[in-house]
């Protein structure tokens, strides 16, 4: 049996408990991807966020992808890896697209994607998480508040903080249209939250999350502490957050919507265990549990597959 050293929603009162875990497994020089400088200032806010990474013809790819996919999954709505929004009925995500599309599953195995997490992670790496956010223009909603390593440890059973999260921007990321916005250095410090989380929680965090999402004197604390930064940039931007970093974004009701790929990689020597909210485990489209297989990276550009 593991430890518990980060424990969640199991107390009446919220907490605020220091990290255990490092940020960076590796040591600080240049990596494989990363620079000795991009390195520390991961260690030190929680996040990057690079620009110009892929070139305009593999943006123009993952566009196109993006645009076929949702029309595809249209037809196919019912089906529990597509989430809708909670009004609207639009697509807000689609799940697990490394295994529904060749070239997210492309995507996947970058090397551009797959060393900057072993640059971070000091290890081999399988993805935990995949999905597509849609955040459609005038009816795309918020994300709130929330450390995703909280619910993947209570939820998803992952035992310790040795997982990123990296986003690959599809569209124009604007400060009017929802982009992301994280707090500095909010890394360092687990928020555990309250609530008792109900039967099959995922089939409703999925559209809006109620349980596992921090109080807002912790919240407070945080963004007082380090400020609240936007991940701003145009399209093909690759956001690169530690899985521990409280982030979150706006409703968008502007025209354009604010599109996303987003991976999670996780070492190989912290997969996914029992949860430790002592619930059923969320399926295998959520979060990877079955088949822990190593991501082989690529290194050639994306081409049409």
């Known amino acids: 049996m593991i430890a518990d050293i980060y424990p969640s929603r199991k107390s009446a009162e919220p907490q605020i408990l220091l990290r255990h875990d ?11 991807f990363l620079s000795r400088e991009q390195k520390q200032e991961f260690e030190e806010k929680g ?17 196109q992808e993006l645009s076929d996919l949702r029309q595809r999954f249209k037809e196919l709505k019912g089906r529990e890896e597509v989430i809708s929004e909670p009004n609207s ?21 970058d090397s551009r994607l797959v060393h900057a997490a072993q640059d971070i992670l000091a290890d081999e790496v399988y993805i935990h998480q995949s999905r597509l956010n849609y955040k459609p223009g005038f009816e795309g909603k918020e994300f709130y508040w929330h450390s995703d390593f909280e619910t993947w440890h209570v939820e998803d059973g992952l035992p310790n903080m040795r997982t990123v999260s990296i986003s690959i921007t599809l569209t124009d990321n604007t400060s009017q249209n929802g982009a992301l916005m994280l707090i500095p250095g909010s890394h360092k410090d ?6 008792e989380t109900p039967e099959d929680h995922y089939k409703e965090s999925l559209k809006k999350q109620e349980y596992g999402v921090p109080d807002h004197d912790s919240l407070e604390y945080l963004a007082n502490k380090g400020g609240i930064e936007q991940a701003l940039g145009p399209a093909g931007t690759v956001v690169i957050f530690d899985c521990n970093t409280m982030h979150g974004s706006n409703s968008n009701i502007t025209p354009y919507a604010r599109s996303n790929a987003f991976f999670v990689y996780n070492s190989m020597q912290n997969k996914a265990q029992a949860p430790f909210g002592n619930i059923p485990p969320r399926p295998e489209f959520v979060a990877t549990r079955e088949k822990f297989v190593a991501v082989r990276p690529e290194e050639r550009p994306l081409l049409k597959t």
């Open 190 to 195: 687990f928020i555990s939250c309250v609530g």
């Open 89 to 109: 009925g639009e697509i807000r995500s689609i799940f697990k697209i490394h295994d529904s599309s060749p070239v997210f599953s492309r995507l996947a195995r």
């Open 22 to 32: 490092p940020v960076v497994y590796t040591e600080m020089q240049d990596g494989m």
């Open 47 to 63: 996040f990057l966020v690079l620009k110009n990474i892929f070139s305009e013809v593999e943006i123009r790819l993952l566009q």
